[in-house]
């Protein structure tokens, strides 16, 4: 299954790096999230665009994990000739992550 039927997620940027936030509809699939959704994974699944690290947070009292993904926007906003500068986009693209449920 796809995250998106069990999440949604927001996007936030400074310089250039990227924070993903993963927030689960219901609180009973958030450790399905958690064990499926890793550091390693997030960056597999963004090699093309993360070059740096991406460190997980987990926030169990909101069912959220939360990503930041260092050297992220090709630059940052001000360097990137990318359309997508502020990273907005990843959230999304995360979503599309196939999971087992």
């Given at each position: 299954?796809?995250?998106?039927?069990?999440?949604?997620?927001r996007?936030?940027?400074?310089?250039?790096?990227?924070?993903?936030?993963?927030?689960a509809?219901k609180?009973e699939?958030?450790?399905?999230i958690k064990?499926?959704?890793t550091?390693d994974?997030?960056?597999?699944?963004?090699?093309?665009?993360?070059?740096?690290?991406?460190?997980?947070?987990?926030?169990?009292?909101?069912g959220?994990?939360?990503?930041v993904?260092y050297d992220?926007l090709?630059?940052?906003?001000t360097?990137?000739?990318?359309?997508?500068?502020?990273?907005k986009?990843?959230s999304?693209?995360?979503l599309?992550?196939?999971?087992?449920?």
């Open positions: 299954m796809k995250l998106r039927e069990i999440a949604h997620s996007t936030g940027d400074k310089g250039n790096i990227s924070n993903i936030s993963l927030i509809y609180a699939d958030y450790e399905i064990e499926n959704v550091s994974k997030v960056k597999e699944w963004f090699k093309d665009i993360v070059k740096g690290e991406v460190i997980r947070y987990e926030l169990p009292n909101i959220a994990l939360n990503f993904m992220a090709g630059g940052g906003v360097r990137t000739l990318s359309l997508d500068m502020h990273g986009s990843l999304s693209v995360l599309d992550m196939e999971i087992e449920y």
